[in-house]
């Protein structure tokens, strides 16, 4: 299971499915009633949320693209039927995101909602930079290891597992 203060990693490679299985877990997740904050550093909010809607559905995202108001109401018959937490998607930006971006958001959003959030999903690991500058970027071990410490530090602080890919 994901302990709280833990963080797990999905390796696989590209085009693999590595978002679509995060995806899958935090809205898995949300319909356990659980708060979840999922950070995409590559894909759109619109993909991410996309994605979901086409999961709770049951349709394609070409479906759920081309038939908004469709979905928008299965999506909120699905809601009704089992009670989501909250899940929120959030995309910040490819280059230069460090834990401490995260961090501030974790922040941001409890400002905004009043939630706690009980699970942080990272899309994905490779994409985030340490905090320190003095950090190889180039190295990817070095880099993976201070970011992968970083992310386990926040799930530590929250008492939340932390999940993410590589």
Known sequence: GFTPGSLSLFAGGSGSGKSLFLQNIALNWAFMGMNVVYISLELSEDLVNQRLDAMVTGKTTPYVF??????????????????PGDLRVKKLPEAGTTSNTIRAYLKEYQIQTGLKPDALIIDYLDLMHPNSGSIDISNMFTKDKYVSEELRAIGSEYGIPVVSAS
Do not use: D, F, L
């Open 66 to 83: 081309s038939h908004a108001t469709e979905t928008a109401i299965s999506v909120g018959i699905a809601a009704k039927q089992n009670p």
